[in-house]
């Protein structure tokens, strides 16, 4: 698909920030401080896509169509929600960067925005083989998902409190033996 991309440079008129060129900490999809750093700091800002935040998460390989770009492009992971002069996508600096022929960002960077071509892809970040799946509340203390993993399971969550937001992550909590319908203790609490 053919679009734009700008530049996260000083983006305060899209009430948003990128501190040492990585993704906002506060982004609209809610992952806090883990959204600025998932999948290398290749992080993106969308509109459109952004889908009332079910496109959260979602990974796109992003190249764009100047001299300077390469063919390899770079893989963002959406982590927030962003318009800016009729673009699909605000990169991060670090994900424009990688936009660009080596030796090229300094040239990349001088256009803000450029001409992108994008699909969607399937998500392999650094911190992970497999993409993430939301779970929803069924009931009370219950989850669930559609078409759960094979395998040990391993749960991340974001947690609230005065400490502020945090992203709590429990390595295969639940064995490689586990059948569905039945009840799990993770002996994880939260207070």
């Known amino acids: 698909m053919n679009s734009s991309s700008v530049l996260c440079r000083n983006c305060q008129q899209l009430q948003m920030v990128c501190p040492e060129c990585l993704g906002n900490p506060t982004g609209a999809c809610g992952f806090g401080e883990y959204g600025r750093t998932i999948n290398d700091a290749n992080v993106a800002g969308v509109s459109k896509l952004y889908k ?111 400490a502020g937001v945090k992203w709590l992550q429990m390595n295969n909590v639940v064995a490689s033996e586990w059948k569905a319908g039945l009840v799990y203790d993770t002996a994880i609490q939260l207070t």
């Open 52 to 162: 009332n935040g079910s496109g959260c998460g979602a990974c796109y390989k992003v190249r764009c169509k100047a001299p300077e770009c390469s063919q390899d492009g770079v893989i963002v992971v959406v982590t927030d929600y962003g318009e800016g002069h009729g673009t699909d996508f605000i990169l991060s600096a670090r994900a424009y960067g990688r936009l660009a022929l080596p030796n090229a960002a300094v040239q990349l960077f001088a256009y803000g925005v450029v001409d992108v071509e994008y699909k969607r892809v399937p998500c392999h970040t650094l911190a992970e083989t497999q993409r993430w799946r939301s779970m929803r509340r069924a009931y009370g203390a219950v989850w669930d998902c559609a078409n759960p993993p094979k395998g040990a399971l391993t749960f991340r969550m974001q947690v609230s409190g005065s």
